[in-house]
């Protein structure tokens, strides 16, 4: 630090400070603006600084929802030109998401013009659409003029702009909000005005209400798009209390009968804020990747409504259970989370619960009233002053006209005068009694300024009347007023009364104020298999050296001659129905899997199998055979190395397959066998058979497996299970089936070497 102050290259301007300090302070001022002017709204009025200075300036521009038009270019440069000193691209999306229906539930912006669409697509450039303010923006702004709220500087100290605005409703949680600030993020539902109006009432008459009493009035989200929300009750209650949580929201959807027994699925709503166009794409992913193997087809059929059209993949599908499958797979169900993290008082974050949210809208209600009706007092205090002048100037007509006539200064000698000041009311022209002149004042410099712009047609006794009724009208208004401001409980009443107008201009009476979004419980339903749905019919499954696969229809004779590719020819070949699930073994220890019934017909060639599956050149096929849920499978590699697995374990779900086997360096996986009985028999390369206990092999899910047979050189050839008391089998030479029932001589412990084949063991080394 003493070597910095002493450095030559720091003028005596400068400061020198630690760079941790430096940085975190200014690292701290950067956050505290983006929290307080960017991404956090203030709980009074539910707004955002840029939202804000948009529905100012529109204010300034006259724009009011029975005018015309401006052109959203000119818009967007006043706010940033008098206001908001950021991006014009980012203040005109910002005001295009205002004027977007099915982003706000209650938009602030009427636009003209293409504003974007629920597909996703952006809004055309700013100088080809118009803009104007909404009713409810309107509302928003009532007050603004009467000193409702305070006033700052502007960015460069030129203009004023208000701090907050009036707020006439709930507009933070009518609208929602959501942003990312420093550390801190905010995300909160849109509302119904009409429920959060009776909720604000209830309130009212007892502000120790309960956030679980609120929820009789405000049972969840309203969103813009409609919608089912499906999270219970309590869990809706208790994000509401915490502030924070999550709400599970559903597409809209009825079952359309096309006659002849077939139906389709139409989707008329679909959850808030996912683009209609990507949940297309998403669904027909879902389709190709047969995740939901009860749809066939997706379509849009939209035109200013939403309409997408699912085709089930059979009349007999439920459409129940396909829409649950689609739930889980698909942005057609969705989760909203919740995050009421806000300005409470317009400088500090904090995380609120219902009631605290619109308890800070009240108080702030019953201020904005405070003020306004001061404001008004004042207006009143200026008008009887002028008022009171205006009377005194009639009942000394004469007097005013001669000063006014013959006076070089008419003002100073209207205020030095002395004038008479006591009157009698009169309730029509014709009881109108002059006054009597017993008192005695001098008029203010207002007063005298007032008279002297006084025009000559007003000299009526009709307009002496009218300003007498005037003046009693604005006295009992000021008098009213003084009530109100001494009273706290007509105060609440006088706000109550505003909100009930504002229900009855907003609310479910209103064009577009009815729910939109309903409630319902989520029935949850498991994912139906595809071969649940398909029908069961018989084929023969051919696979060719190859790997050339096949189905053809009906059990067809396996002996029967069928046509391969030059150089290629029969491996596999077997009876199947549709509704089985092929696994494919490779000499990797990998298991694919297959479903018959998308199986290439047999007309042609096939298709390579490599292509239905991800499986790699170097791996070869080692078995092909129908899945049989339960059954245990023996698995072994040319090391000599193997195990047990279920045959439930092994089916995979993806196109990747599922490793099971696992092999090193030159060993690959050879044998696959299904587990039929008590003993295991293994044959070596080298022709020596061994015999154990099947008790001796573990089960297991994956792995390496255990030693079945020590050799010295080469390695597995086969190995099979079987049951000791039937003897252990196998083809001759010669292709006749012989069994050997005494096999004392090869019975051993797993792992040792065994003894060599009996007479006649095919010369292949295998069981079979």
């Known amino acids: 630090m003493d070597d910095a102050l002493d450095d030559p290259n720091i003028g005596p301007g400068s400061v020198a400070e630690p760079l941790r300090r430096a940085i975190g302070e200014r690292y701290l001022t950067y956050a505290l603006s983006t929290i307080m002017h960017r991404a956090l709204p203030d709980a009074r009025d539910g707004l955002k600084p840029v939202h804000r200075r948009i529905l100012y300036a529109m204010r300034e521009l006259r724009l009011s929802s029975t005018g015309g038009f401006r052109k959203s270019a000119k818009i967007a440069g006043d706010v940033m030109g008098n206001y908001h000193p950021h991006g014009d691209a980012a203040i005109y999306d910002a005001m295009a998401r205002l004027a977007q229906d099915f982003a706000v539930r209650y938009p602030l912006v009427d636009g003209q013009g293409n504003f974007g669409n629920i597909d996703g697509d952006n809004p055309a450039a700013s100088r080809y659409t118009e803009a104007r303010m909404t009713p409810v923006a309107e509302a928003m702004l009532e007050g603004l003029a009467e000193d409702a709220v305070d006033f700052r500087d502007n960015y460069d100290g030129t203009l004023r702009e208000p701090v907050v605005l009036p707020a006439s409703f709930p507009h933070l949680l009518a609208n929602g909000a959501s942003g990312i600030a ?131 993949r059979s009349k007999n599908v439920d459409p129940e259970v396909l829409m649950g499958m689609l739930f889980r797979h698909s942005d057609l169900e969705v989760r909203f989370g919740l995050n009421m993290n806000v300005l409470i008082d317009g400088v500090t974050p904090k995380v609120c619960t219902l009631r605290q949210v619109l308890r800070a809208f009240l108080d ?20 009887l002053e002028v008022v009171e002048g205006l009377i005194v100037a009639f009942l000394n007509l004469d007097r005013v006209i001669d000063i006014i006539r013959y006076d070089d200064a008419p003002k100073a000698a209207l205020m030095r005068e002395v ?52 003046r009693d009208a604005l006295m009992a208004e000021r008098a009213d007023l003084e009530d109100l401001l001494e009273d706290e409980g007509r105060q609440w009443q006088a706000i109550a009364d505003q909100l009930r107008t504002v229900k009855k201009t907003f609310g479910p009476e209103a064009p577009g104020g009815a729910r939109r979004t309903g409630f319902a419980e989520a029935g949850e339903v498991e994912d139906v298999p595809l071969e649940a749905m398909i029908d069961r019919e018989p084929i023969t499954v051919v696979c060719s050296q190859r790997g050339w696969i096949r189905a053809m229809t009906g059990h ?33 220890g990998r298991f694919y899997t297959l479903s018959a019934a998308n199986l290439p017909g047999g007309r042609g060639m096939g298709e390579p199998l490599r292509l239905m599956v991800d499986l790699p050149n170097e791996s070869e096929i080692v078995d092909l055979f129908i899945h049989r849920p339960g059954r245990k499978l023996l698995v072994a590699s040319s090391a000599g190395d193997g195990f047990v697995v ?123």
């Not at 999270?231 to 709400?247: C, L, N, V």
């Not at 201020?367 to 205090?381: C, F, P, T, Y």
């Not at 000041?421 to 017993?438: C, K, L």
């Open 419 to 470: 004038w008479g000041q006591d009157f009698t009311r009169a309730t029509s022209e014709a009881d109108y009694v002059a006054p009597a002149q017993d008192q005695a004042g001098e008029l203010s410099e207002v007063q005298a300024e007032a008279i002297l712009n006084m025009r000559l047609r007003s000299l009526r006794r009709l307009e002496e009347m009218e300003l007498l009724n005037e």
């Open 364 to 383: 702030f209600r019953r201020e904005v009233l405070i003020r306004r009706s001061r404001h008004r007092m004042e207006k009143i205090d200026h008008r």
């Open 182 to 312: 420093v550390g801190m993020a905010t995300n909160i539902p849109p509302h119904n005005i009409g429920e959060l109006v009776d909720a604000c009432l209830h309130l009212i008459k007892a502000p120790d209400a309960r956030d679980d009493t609120l929820l009789n009035y405000i049972p969840g989200p309203d969103f813009p798009t409609g919608g089912v929300v499906v999270e219970p009750r309590e869990a809706i209650a208790q994000a509401y209390r915490t502030g924070r949580g999550s709400i599970r929201l559903r597409a809209r959807w009825h079952r359309e009968d096309l006659g002849r027994g077939q139906w389709q699925v139409v989707v008329t709503e679909i959850p808030y804020q996912v683009q209609k166009a990507k949940l297309i794409e998403k669904i027909a992913e879902v389709i190709q990747t047969k995740k939901v193997p009860l749809l066939t087809d997706v379509r849009d059929e939209s035109a200013d409504d939403v309409r997408l059209i699912l085709e089930p």
């Open 646 to 768: 279920s045959e439930d374990e092994v089916v995979a779900q993806t196109r990747s397959g599922k490793q099971v086997l696992n092999v090193r360096g030159e060993a690959r996986a050879r044998v696959c066998r299904p587990v039929d009985g008590d003993h295991v028999a293994v044959v070596g390369e080298n022709r020596k058979v061994l015999v154990f206990p099947l008790a001796e092999l573990p089960e297991m899910a994956r792995g390496k497996g255990v030693r079945l047979q020590r050799y010295k050189d080469g390695g597995l050839s086969d190995a099979r299970t079987f049951t000791l008391a039937d003897g252990l089998s196998w083809r001759d030479p010669a292709g006749r089936t012989r069994t050997e029932t005494d096999l004392t001589e090869w019975m051993g412990k797993r792992a040792t070497a065994g003894r060599m084949a009996p007479r006649g063991f095919p010369r292949d080394n295998r069981f079979t």
């Open 556 to 588: 067809i004779d396996l002996n029967r001659e069928l046509k391969f590719k030059d150089g290629d020819g029969p491996r596999f070949m077997f009876h199947a129905e549709t509704t089985d699930r092929l696994l494919v073994f490779t000499s990797a």
